[in-house]
C-alpha cells in the first residue's frame, strides 16, 4: 500500500479525492491495474464511537495517545481508469459517531474494485465495524463491535469488550480489558489470549478453538467441529453443545462442565 499525506483540514468532517490515477502493472492482479489515493479528517470534539462501514479491501483502525481527530487513508484499486473514478471515501460527523463509509462501484463481471483503509483515532474511541471482505487489525482502541463477510481479523491491546459476528477468516484476540463475545463463527479457527473478563462463544460452526490466560469465566454454548484447547481460566470452564473434535483443558480454578462422549 502505497502511504499518502493526511489532509489537515480543520472542520468537523472532510473527504478529499486525488483527480489522477497510476497504472499498476508486473505482478500486480488485474483488479488493481489502476490505483489512487484517498484521505479525510474528521475533528473530534468529544465524540467516543468511530462507525466504519466497509466493502472490499483490508481495515486497519489503531488508536494514537492525544490524538484529537480521526485521520483515514485510502488506496483504492480497480482494474480501469473508469472504474477506481468511481471509488469513493466518505467520512463525517453524525451526532455523537464519526462515520466512515467506503463506496465501490459494482461490477457485473471480473475483479471487483477494492479500497483499503488506514484509521487513526484517540485512544479513547470504541470501534462499530461492519465489514464486507479483507482483513482486519484493529489496535489499541476503548472496544470493538465487528460484523465480518470474510477475511481474518486480529484485535489487539483493545482496554473495553469485544463483541465478534464472523462469517469466514481466522479470527486472533489479544490482550483485553473487559469481556469478549463471539457471537456467531462460520469458518475459521479462534485465538483469544489474555482477556480480563470473560470470554462467550455463542456459536462457532467450524475451526479449532483455542483459548489461553483468561481471567474471568470461558463458556461455549454451541460448537461445530473442531478442537478445543482451553488454558489458565481463572474462572469457569463451560462447553453446553459439542459436535465433533475433541477437548481439553489445563489450569482451570472454577468449575468444569463439559458434554459426556
Known sequence: MKMIKYGLLAVAAAWILSGCSVEVSGSIADNCKFQQDRSATVAVDGTKTLSVIAGAGSLRIEGRPGLGEVRVQGTACASSENLVNRIDLRAEKVGDVVRVETILPSVSFGNSPTLDLIIEVPESMAARIDDASGEIQVLRIAGVDVEDGSGSMELVEIAGPIRITDDSGDVEVRDVSGNVVVKDDGSGSIRIDG?????????????????????????IDEDGSGSIDVDTVQGDFTVRRDGSGSIQYRNVSGHTSIPKD
Open 195 to 219: 482477556v480480563k473478563g470473560d470470554v462467550q462463544i455463542d456459536r462457532d460452526n467450524s475451526g479449532d478453538i483455542d483459548i489461553t490466560d483468561v481471567t474471568g469465566n470461558v463458556i
